[in-house]
């Protein structure tokens, strides 16, 4: 069983950049890992994913701007995200998914179909 806990969420002005943290518990190395967004009245996001080999991808809405990445001694996943805008502003959460394809990853993040999920962090950008 793996739990996931993130952190680092909070209220920042536009332009301004924060860092998500995810640590999980629990062997993870060979599951894909993302982050999606939930905002009220929008649907779900998948923004970033890496897959077990290393592969990233972003949402559109993003790139250029979030960057994920992985620390395996530390066990934690990582958002860093900058330049942040109003439209950024959402819960954020941390997933694991397991027997994934870099290719659909974002996509099952975004349709709620993960293996692992921890409880979410609130971003709001003013």
């Known amino acids: 069983h793996v739990q996931l806990v993130e952190s680092g969420g909070g209220s920042v002005q536009a332009g301004g950049s924060l860092t998500l943290s995810c640590l999980a518990s629990?062997?993870?190395?060979?599951?894909?890992m993302g982050w999606f967004r939930q905002a009220p009245g929008k649907e779900r996001e998948g923004v970033a994913a890496?897959?077990?080999?290393?592969?990233?991808t972003y949402a559109d809405s993003v790139k250029g701007r979030f960057t994920i990445s992985k620390d395996n001694a530390k066990r934690t996943l990582y958002l860093q995200m900058n330049d942040l805008k109003p439209e950024d502003t959402a819960m954020y959460y941390c997933?694991?998914?397991?027997?994934?394809?870099?290719?659909?990853?974002?996509?099952?993040?975004?349709?709620?179909?993960?293996?692992?999920r921890g409880q979410g962090t609130q971003v709001t950008v003013s």
């Open positions: 997933a694991a998914v397991d027997r994934c394809a870099w290719w659909d990853l974002r996509r099952r993040l975004s349709a709620n179909d993960y293996t692992y």
């Open positions: 629990g062997y993870t190395s060979t599951y894909c």
């Open positions: 890496m897959s077990a080999g290393g592969v990233l």
